[in-house]
T-cell receptor, first 112, second 114 residues
Framework: NAGVTQTPKFRILKIGQSMTLQCTQD?????MYWYRQDPGMGLKLIYY???????DKGEVPNGYNVSRSTTEDFPLRLELAAPSQTSVYFC???????????FGQGTRLTVV | AQSVSQHNHHVILSEAASLELGCNYS??????LFWYVQYPGQHLQLLLK??????LVKGIKGFEAEFIKSKFSFNLRKPSVQWSDTAEYFC????????????FGGGTRLMVKP
């Protein structure tokens, strides 16, 4: 069972570059989420989606964009990378909003 | 907005010691509660969850947690820790009517000395 798959695992970006973090899940979950994890800060919700074609902002959406064209995929886009976006990014999915979330392996992003 | 507080940021224990990690949340209504664990270099995995019923919840690997509604707490416990329990532990709360906002605490980094 693949579960939630994120790519890439590691990436170094220069300030001002853009990139897309990929996330796909094979559990037919309606809900998908993007979190960033910073030391001592727990996980902060960036964006979430309750189904294909529907996205909404979380706690820290600035500097990011998402799309949800299919149930399986929920890519996260950084348009103009900044050092403050250095973090570990986790994608997650759940069958409903108030049930257990399943997490991907994470993407460690460094912006220099 | 709801918040989740984990009071211990770092805990160091010797093997066989007992563990209790605190978690408090701020939300007055019905909540779903979770503890996740993140082993070094890995993704978050669910340890246990509480939705309703018996407030003492048993999870994997000998962990348990007790929901005390009057104290807005969901503390994690294990009677005897092992070196393999070295990890970071996250408490998370989802208000029952919020649907989508799973809020995490800041995490507690546990180191178990062999």
């Amino acid at each position: 069972n693949a579960g939630v798959t994120q790519t890439p695992k590691f990436r170094i970006l220069k300030i001002g570059q853009s990139m897309t973090l990929q996330c796909t899940q094979d559990m037919n979950h309606n809900y998908m989420y993007w979190y960033r994890q910073d030391p001592g800060m727990g996980l902060k919700l960036i964006y979430y989606s309750v189904g294909a074609g529907i996205t909404d902002k979380g706690e820290v959406p600035n500097g990011y964009n998402v799309s949800r064209s299919t149930t399986e995929d929920f890519p996260l886009r950084l348009e103009l990378a900044a050092p403050s976006q250095t973090s570990v990014y986790f994608c997650a999915s759940s069958s409903r909003g108030n049930t257990e979330a399943f997490f991907g392996q994470g993407t460690r992003l460094t912006v220099v | 907005a709801q918040s989740v507080s984990q009071h211990n940021h770092h805990v160091i224990l010797s093997e066989a010691a007992s563990l209790e990690l605190g978690c408090n949340y701020s939300y007055g209504g019905t909540v779903n509660l979770f503890w996740y664990v993140q082993y070094p270099g890995q993704h978050l995995q669910l340890l246990l969850k509480y939705f309703s019923g018996d407030p003492l919840v048993k999870g994997i690997k000998g962990f348990e947690a007790e929901f005390i509604k009057s104290k807005f707490s969901f503390n994690l416990r294990k009677p005897s820790v092992q070196w393999s329990d070295t990890a970071e532990y996250f408490c998370a709360v989802n208000p029952n009517n919020a649907g989508n906002m799973l809020t995490f605490g800041g995490g507690t980094r546990l180191m178990v000395k062999p």
